[in-house]
């Protein structure tokens, strides 16, 4: 009987605690006299428009530059682990191209990563458009924040966006002297180094802002002569590229202003290790290149070459990872009342050689090797309407 009449006091006596927690004021979380409350405001231009993120009717997601660092995001490849219904991954797997965007939005995307494929989401930096894949793996530096717009924004944004695009705004110059640097440390003699300055001109007239990023680090793979065991040739999956943008920010008068910006981005490194984990000799096409070349030179393909570890390779192939990209914008904003106009004139280039030994092994079996140009010259010229 005692049993019976404590139990339900003790329910009551819980569930009167639980609703007065939910009743209590928000906690104090810096300091007896401030609250923390609402949600911060973020600015962003998915309608060609500067709007409130909280207030733009479209699928849309938002990361700020803090918002980046504080996630540890140092390229593009990072954000579709922190954005739903976005993939965001670099080609180098299976082309041995590190910087080549193979990117999807709710499933729709282009993985072929050559010059000659156009993307399914649109990717722009700036207001400016980029046309390929390659490259597309680009160092998030100096950003402001990155707009991920979902569904088809071909009325906005033009061709090639069924499944959405990408912004990324850069930080622009401003009239205060400012700077940051930061870098990185680890294994293998990883030293990531970035940093920013903001030079400050004529007040109200001119600024002007640079930027860089190095990322240095020794090969993780090993690559072995098979009859020796001993290391041949370059090791695969370094890393060694650097990174530069600047932008001078002119406004000769209160309606005009004329944004100037330079990048350039230059990689000299290998091409991740391929490993065999596993070889299939009859659900290819061994059989074939056994029988016709591997068998009557000597050198067949088969078990022999199964990877010893996880980071070693047998292959001799091209493994070259090189790239050489830049561009030049000038974006000139001019108010006219309830009427802004914008051009955007942009010019950009690209090469890239990149190749991957497919096979793992020192035989000729399969193997890529890419080498390929690409310039654009682009001009876009808007109107936006302010009722």
């Not at 009743?23 to 409130?52: H, K, S, W």
């Not at 290819?284 to 393909?301: I, Y």
Request: charged share 20%; aromatic share 8%; hydrophobic share 40%.
């Amino acid at each position: 009987m005692f049993g019976t009449t404590v139990f339900p006091n003790r329910a009551l006596w819980m569930i009167g605690t639980a609703c007065a927690a939910l009743l209590a004021p928000p906690a104090l979380a810096q300091g007896a006299d401030t609250v923390v409350e609402g949600i911060a405001e973020i600015t962003v231009t998915a309608q060609r428009r500067a709007t409130n993120l909280q207030e733009t009717p479209i699928s849309i997601s938002a990361l700020t530059g803090d918002a980046l660092d504080q996630r540890g995001m140092a390229d593009v490849a990072a954000i579709g682990a922190a954005t739903p219904n976005l993939s965001t991954t670099s080609g180098g797997a299976g082309s041995g191209g590190t910087s080549n965007l193979q990117l999807y939005i709710r499933g729709i995307g282009q993985f072929d990563f050559l010059a000659s494929s156009d993307p399914g989401v649109g990717v722009y930096i700036d207001g400016v458009y980029y046309a390929r894949a390659l490259g597309g793996v680009f160092d998030l530096l100096d950003i402001e924040r990155v707009e991920i717009l979902r569904g088809p924004q071909g009325t906005l944004f033009g061709k090639n966006a069924l499944g959405g695009a990408l912004q990324f705004i850069t930080a622009k110059p401003n009239n205060d002297f400012s700077g940051t640097i930061e870098g990185t440390f680890g294994r293998y003699d990883r030293l990531n180094l970035r940093g920013a300055v903001n030079l400050p001109i004529a007040e109200d007239k001119a600024a002007a802002r640079v930027a860089f990023s190095s990322k240095t680090a020794d090969a993780y793979g090993r690559r072995l002569d098979l009859v020796t065991g001993q290391s041949i040739g370059r090791s695969p999956g370094d890393q060694n590229s650097f990174t530069f943008r600047g932008s001078l920010d002119l406004k000769p008068s209160e309606r005009v202003d004329v944004l100037l910006s330079y990048d350039k981005t230059r990689e000299r490194q290998e091409s991740p290790p391929v490993v065999n984990a596993f070889i299939d000799t009859v659900n290819s096409a061994a059989p074939l290149w056994n029988a016709l070349v591997g068998g009557p030179a000597g050198m067949p393909w088969d078990q022999r070459y199964l990877s010893p570890d996880p980071d070693t390779i047998y292959g001799t192939g091209l493994s070259d990872n090189k790239l050489d990209a830049w561009g030049a914008s000038a974006i000139v904003s001019v108010d006219l009342d309830i009427v802004e106009f914008k051009s955007i004139t942009a010019f950009r280039k690209i090469f890239s050689l990149f190749g991957v030994d497919q096979d793992g092994s020192p035989v000729d079996y399969a193997s890529t090797r890419n080498r390929d140009h690409q310039r654009q010259f682009s001009e876009e010229a808007q109107f936006s309407v302010t009722l």
